[in-house]
């Protein structure tokens, strides 16, 4: 029996590291979020969800792998 290559997907929704647009605190959300996250800082809101991935509203600075 032959072994064939099975490829793994990548998955679509990773960690992220967001800057603030009011402070600039950075924080580090994942994208797929089932509740609203606020900065820890000023309390604006940095990621909403929408069913599905977030809507982030800060700078997305890096995405970690």
Do not use: W
Not at 40 to 59: E, F, P, R, W
């Amino acid at each position: 029996m032959k072994k064939h290559n099975i490829m793994i997907p990548k998955p679509r929704s990773n960690f992220v590291k967001i800057e603030c647009d009011n402070c600039q605190n950075p924080m580090i959300l994942y994208t797929y979020s089932t509740k609203i996250i606020k900065c820890q800082s000023c309390d604006a809101d940095l990621a909403v969800n929408t069913g599905g991935q977030a809507k982030i509203s800060g700078k997305i600075v890096e995405t970690m792998d």
